[in-house]
């Protein structure tokens, strides 16, 4: 009788204990292979960034982290735009302008742009760090004719679907508004944020 | 001996008579959503064999160990464990593409096409045929999401892996949308169920 | 995220029209394939997955929060959150076997099939890589799974309809139903130019 009302029991008991053992060797073989690549991911993340700042800033030399803690931007439209980072464009000693990383929400999740931001609070020029839009649709904003529009314009930029754009406005992509809207809401919101560095840099 | 021989009927058999998309019609999530370039297709394929290889090795070598009551479980963990790490490699060393594959890299777990490899063969077969049938499975799937992200890829966007093929001449963007993927798959089935009807009929 | 009706009310469009689960961001096809040929297994399945998607929302986001952050073990993300879900099906098969016998007649059936599809274990994910709340994941859950509610319910009646058409051999079953999706999709297409 004993051994018949303890047969289940040890049963289960092997079964967790096999299945245990391997999810245990499982996530130690993961943990492994994030070792490898974790630094490999942060150094590709880092060289990714610093090249994109040079992009934006050729002319700067080096650039100084600002530490910015102001939080997300609401863009006039309502909608969040994250900052995720803000750095001094420095030759020599000075500051020839700013360069602000922004990550709004387009079509297919959030897309990562660089701004630079000239002292004078107009875009140098725009990079998109990352991605992921509906391929031939939504990546169309990597196209020079979308994002050189941008080139010199300054804060409250607006969208127009069609038309000839006047002095601060820029013509969203017909097919991929979602993306292009995006992008538009990316830059207003670093000049925004650029405003606010650059102005009290000045001071 | 026997198995040697047999390489190409595995390779028949997973690519043509079995094949994971058009006639077992598994797997159809990462079929639609990768399919729109020919590049994500391939990347898609790739991430998806390693997994398929790896996991029904693994999966063979432990089938005597498995407790029978927990299979499902244990073949989930070790599925999962296999993506995860194609996932951060991925991450680490090609970016651009674990970018634009975004969610559907760890959506690799629940692709049915490998748990119904796990459970139908690999829990059943020695190590090497079942890493032998987890290769062909994952060509035969590759293949697959090539026909159709090729398709996609030309009529969607113009371009075949990233190259400009009419010149300037809009594509038919419908194809390069979701709506498009439905259609694009829709048509490959019925030429495969159209082929299989005629060879039947010649028998 | 702000939290008001307004903001609810737009995440909720969003969620269940304009960013379909099914039509638009090709998650859960397995199941929307595979259980739309009669109304009322649609329905079930719909209302399974709700449930189950939303109770999964919850359940990953405190995983998340408060087991894999603090343990800084982020990467084990994908293995942990099919754990939980594939364990919260059988659970929740289980409780509702022996306390509510009537749905479980109801979704019971339904309930096994949940753990491999890709639109639950996509939706946990999504709900941390867009850093929500825990109220925002549970709500994201809830109304991505009413769209695919939505969906499934609406393409089974169309596949009602095509079950006494006459069709080409080459396209009977399975292709006519992708087909069938593929002008569902387009329709649904329509709503991504709302901008709110």
Not at chain 1, 181 to 203: C, D, H, P, W, Y
Not at chain 2, 138 to 145: D, E, M, R
């Given at each position: 009788m004993a051994s018949?009302s303890?047969?289940?029991k040890s049963d289960?008991l092997r079964?967790?204990v096999?299945?245990?053992l391997?999810?245990?060797?499982t ?7 994030n070792?490898?690549t ?8 880092e ?9 934006v800033m ?7 982290d600002?530490?910015?803690s102001?939080g997300?931007i609401t863009?006039a439209?309502?909608?969040q735009v994250p900052i995720?980072?803000?750095?001094l464009?420095?030759?020599g000693?000075?500051?020839?302008g ?7 929400k ?7 742009i ?6 004078d609070g107009?875009v ?5 760090v990352?991605?992921?839009e509906?391929s031939?649709?939504?990546t169309?904003i990597q196209?020079?004719e979308f ?6 314009k300054s804060?409250?930029i607006a ?5 000839t754009p006047?002095?601060n406005e820029?013509q969203t992509?017909?097919g ?9 809401r ?13 102005g009290g840099?000045?001071k | 001996m026997?198995?040697r021989?047999?390489f190409?009927a595995?390779?028949k058999?997973?690519v043509?008579?079995?094949?994971p998309t058009?006639?077992?019609l598994?797997g159809m999530c990462?079929?639609l959503?990768?399919?729109t370039?020919?590049?994500n297709?391939?990347?898609m394929?790739?991430a998806?064999?390693?997994v ?11 089938r005597k160990?498995?407790p ?9 963990v070790i599925?999962?464990?296999?993506v995860t790490?194609?996932?951060?490699l ?6 651009a593409?674990s970018n634009s ?11 049915c ?12 077969n020695k190590?090497?045929p079942?890493?032998l049938?987890?290769?062909t ?7 697959a999401?090539s026909?159709?992200a090729?398709?996609?890829e030309?009529?969607g966007s113009g371009?075949i892996?990233g190259?400009e093929?009419f010149?300037?001449v809009a ?5 390069a ?5 439905f259609l ?9 169920q159209?082929l299989k009807d005629?060879?039947?009929g010649e028998? | 995220m702000?939290?008001?009706?307004g903001a609810?009310?737009v995440?909720a469009i969003?969620a269940i ?5 099914c039509?638009v961001?090709?998650l859960?096809?397995?199941p929307?394939?595979g259980?739309?040929?009669k ?9 399974a ?6 109770l ?9 929060r408060?087991?894999l952050?603090?343990a800084?073990l982020e ?13 919260l099906v059988?659970f929740?098969?289980?409780a509702?076997k022996?306390l509510?016998?009537a749905?479980y007649?109801?979704?019971?059936i339904?309930?096994?099939l949940i ?8 939706i946990?994910i999504?709900n ?8 925002y994941?549970v709500?994201?859950?809830?109304f991505c799974?009413?769209g695919f509610?939505?969906a ?8 009602e ?9 080459a ?8 087909v069938?999706?593929?002008l569902?999709?387009?329709a649904?297409m ?5 901008e709110?």
């Amino acid at each position: 009788m004993a051994s018949l009302s303890k047969k289940p029991k040890s049963d289960i008991l092997r079964l967790s204990v096999t299945l245990c053992l391997i999810a245990g060797i499982t996530a130690l073989l993961v943990a492994a292979v994030n070792a490898v690549t974790a630094p490999e991911i942060a150094r590709r993340g880092e060289l990714k960034t610093a090249q994109s700042l040079k992009a934006v800033m050729p002319e700067a030399d080096s650039f100084e982290d600002c530490g910015y803690s102001g939080g997300d931007i609401t863009s006039a439209d309502g909608k969040q735009v994250p900052i995720d980072g803000v750095w001094l464009a420095k030759s020599g000693n000075e500051t020839v302008g700013c360069c602000v990383k922004v990550s709004p929400k387009g079509y297919g999740g959030a897309i990562e742009i660089i701004v630079g931001v000239t002292g004078d609070g107009k875009v140098a020029a725009t990079q998109i760090v990352s991605m992921s839009e509906t391929s031939g649709i939504g990546t169309k904003i990597q196209n020079p004719e979308f994002y050189g529009q941008f080139v010199g314009k300054s804060a409250g930029i607006a969208g127009i679907k069609g038309g000839t754009p006047l002095k601060n406005e820029v013509q969203t992509i017909s097919g991929a508004t979602k993306s292009s809207s995006a992008f538009l809401r990316g830059v207003n919101a670093a000049l925004t944020v650029a405003e606010s560095i650059n102005g009290g840099e000045q001071k | 001996m026997k198995e040697r021989v047999s390489f190409l009927a595995f390779l028949k058999n997973g690519v043509i008579d079995n094949n994971p998309t058009f006639v077992q019609l598994l797997g159809m999530c990462p079929t639609l959503a990768t399919s729109t370039s020919l590049l994500n297709a391939l990347g898609m394929g790739a991430a998806a064999t390693f997994v398929l290889i790896c996991s029904n090795l693994v999966i063979s070598l432990l089938r005597k160990i498995i407790p029978q009551k927990v299979r499902i479980a244990a073949y989930i963990v070790i599925i999962a464990g296999f993506v995860t790490m194609i996932d951060l490699l991925m991450q680490a060393f090609v970016p651009a593409l674990s970018n634009s594959l975004g969610l559907f890299i760890p959506l690799i777990v629940v692709n049915c096409i490998i748990l119904a490899r796990a459970e139908s063969y690999a829990s059943k077969n020695k190590p090497l045929p079942s890493a032998l049938d987890g290769l062909t499975m994952g060509i035969g799937f590759t293949l697959a999401l090539s026909c159709v992200a090729t398709v996609r890829e030309i009529l969607g966007s113009g371009t075949i892996l990233g190259f400009e093929l009419f010149g300037g001449v809009a594509p038919l963007t419908l194809f390069a949308l979701p709506a498009g993927g439905f259609l694009v798959l829709g048509f490959f089935i019925a030429l495969v169920q159209f082929l299989k009807d005629r060879k039947g009929g010649e028998k | 995220m702000e939290i008001s009706l307004g903001a609810i009310f737009v995440f909720a469009i969003n969620a269940i029209l304009v960013e379909n689960l099914c039509l638009v961001r090709f998650l859960g096809i397995c199941p929307f394939l595979g259980v739309s040929k009669k109304t009322d297994t649609a329905i079930g399945m719909g209302l399974a997955v709700t449930f189950i998607m939303t109770l999964s929302s919850f359940i990953t986001w405190l995983v998340h929060r408060f087991i894999l952050v603090p343990a800084h073990l982020e990467y084990l993300r994908t293995i942990a959150f099919i754990l939980v879900i594939a364990a919260l099906v059988q659970f929740v098969e289980t409780a509702l076997k022996k306390l509510v016998p009537a749905l479980y007649s109801a979704l019971g059936i339904y309930l096994p099939l949940i753990t491999t599809n890709c639109a639950v274990l996509g939706i946990a994910i999504t709900n941390i890589t867009e850093n929500y709340g825990l109220l925002y994941s549970v709500l994201n859950g809830l109304f991505c799974a009413l769209g695919f509610t939505l969906a499934i319910w609406i393409f089974s009646c169309a596949r009602e309809r095509i079950e006494h058409s006459d069709i080409p051999k080459a396209f009977q079953g399975f292709p006519i139903a992708l087909v069938t999706a593929a002008l569902l999709s387009f329709a649904f297409m329509g709503f991504s130019g709302m901008e709110f």
